[in-house]
């Protein structure tokens, strides 16, 4: 007669990973002083993945930091692998994040979170995963998993997606945001009547979303 034996395996797995990325440092920024900055975390979407950085100045903040220099934010914008997705890479994110914050004046109270389409649910997976880290997020038109939406009851979130997005359904980001109402999360949504895939464009051009994002601090949510 076979029996069932309840055992226990342990190990350390690493992985080695590359990530480049765009930084934006604003002009008024220095070394020599003690002013620390507020930073966003921008995860592009699937079209930029690959080895080409410039790839990802085709939307979004990386977009908008290249046509001005009076951004009032610290950027980082990394580039997914080709092989890989945004929800694949939560560790090499966080380390980069880590990177920045240690060679840079970031105030670590005032780091924001923001993606769309793949981007979008890597900003889902990542805040969930890692909900200390962040002191607000905008995901754009992606999805995350419902049941973890608990984790970003004190995390401050404005979702945004197009009514007629055939890419990415509505209903990706509607379930996120019923799960955080239904946990008492603090979220906005946002849809967009007559927006299809791209809602990312006239969010990212709305200097409210900026203003509401530097109302929030990590762990102090205005």
């Known amino acids: 007669m076979s029996t069932q034996q309840a055992k226990t395996f342990e190990t350390v797995i690493t992985r080695q990973t ?33 080895d080409d950085v410039e790839l990802i100045k085709k939307h979004g903040i990386p977009k908008i930091v290249d046509e001005r220099r009076d951004f009032p934010f610290i950027t980082v914008s990394p580039q997914c692998p080709e092989s890989s997705f945004w929800p694949l890479e939560t560790e090499a994110l966080i380390a980069l994040l880590d990177e920045v914050i240690a060679n840079y004046n ?29 002191a607000a ?52 949504f946002t849809v967009y009547p ?15 979303l900026y203003e509401w994002l530097l109302r929030h601090r990590r762990g102090k949510a205005k």
Not at 152 to 172: C, I, N, S, Y
């Open 18 to 50: 590359r990530l480049d990325y765009l930084l934006y440092l604003p002009d008024a920024y220095s070394e020599e002083t003690q002013q620390q900055w507020p930073l966003i975390l921008f995860l592009h979407g699937m079209g930029q993945r690959g």
């Open 137 to 188: 997020i905008a995901p754009i038109c992606g999805g995350g998993i419902p049941v973890m939406a608990s984790m970003l009851q004190t995390v401050p979130v404005w979702a945004f997606h197009g009514a007629k997005d055939e890419a990415v359904p509505l209903a990706e980001s509607e379930r996120m945001v019923d799960a955080l109402k239904k946990c008492g999360g603090d979220v906005r």
């Open 106 to 134: 970031v105030d670590p109270d005032r780091v924001y979170l923001t993606g769309l389409s793949m981007g979008g649910y890597g900003t889902w997976i990542l805040a969930t995963t890692y909900p200390e880290r962040f």
């Open 194 to 208: 007559d927006a299809e895939h791209d809602s990312w464009t006239e969010t990212y051009d709305n200097p409210e």
